[in-house]
């Protein structure tokens, strides 16, 4: 179901119309306005974008904004996060990526806990579902891989989550730092490469930080 063919969409005519590049969406004030600080400030100001009822926004991508509808009008949510071993690709979480700061732009509440729950799933399969690309036995003795690349896209990932203010379980993250840290060589490569990923980010949250070095700290004192 696309937010077109919700409630909230077909009970009143649109009355205002967005522009996400060169995309045009018939939308309505009376959902818009009370759950966005920017719409609400461009709609009910003194302003071209309140007089001719139209709001450009070239920062957004139309599929983008078409998700960002979605859940301002209470259309059922799909993950953007692929499923099984891509989980955590360049490309699956670079889709997340964009809905969040899509929503940090729009200055919208709530939608974010919403996407953190789908991250959590996805963090929660890791080492226990079996078609999720893990240091996992087969019967024959030889291990499935972690894609060396998916530790700096999680890194990523979970500090955008925390910096829109939602944070994920402990359980999850000690999952995670466990999954990271197996090796069947006995080395520690991906944890190091997960640990600089981390030093690395440009802005990172500070709570994110402190639960990344509680599992850390935890999975040392455990060995």
């Known amino acids: 179901m696309s937010f077109k063919e919700t409630p909230f969409y077909t009970f009143a005519p649109p009355d205002i119309t ?39 926004i070239s920062e957004i991508q139309p599929n983008v904004m078409t998700e960002v509808l979605n859940w301002l009008y209470r259309a059922p949510l799909t993950s953007p996060l692929d499923t099984g071993d891509t989980a955590f690709s360049t490309s699956s979480v670079a889709k997340m990526k964009e809905i969040l ?27 226990t579902d079996p078609t999720v690309r893990h240091p996992r036995e087969d019967g024959n003795g030889t291990f499935l891989t972690f894609h060396r690349n998916y530790t700096s896209n999680i890194a990523e990932l979970l500090n955008e989550i925390y910096r829109s203010g939602c944070t994920v379980s402990k359980e999850a993250i000690a999952r995670l730092i466990a999954t990271i840290s197996y090796d069947n060589n006995g080395n520690e490569c991906r944890l190091s490469r997960f640990a600089t990923a981390v030093e690395k980010l ?15 700290i935890a999975l040392r004192m455990a060995r």
């Open 18 to 56: 967005i522009v996400a590049k060169d995309q045009a969406f018939r939308v309505h004030d009376y959902v818009l306005s009370p759950q966005s600080e920017f719409f609400k400030t461009a709609l009910q100001s003194e302003t071209k974008e309140a007089y001719e009822r139209c709001i450009k």
């Open 101 to 127: 700061q899509a929503h940090e732009f729009l200055q919208i509440k709530g939608a974010t806990r919403e996407y953190c729950k789908f991250i959590e799933d996805e963090l929660q399969k890791l080492g």
């Open 202 to 216: 440009q802005d990172p949250d500070g709570r994110f930080f402190r639960d990344i070095s509680l599992a850390l």
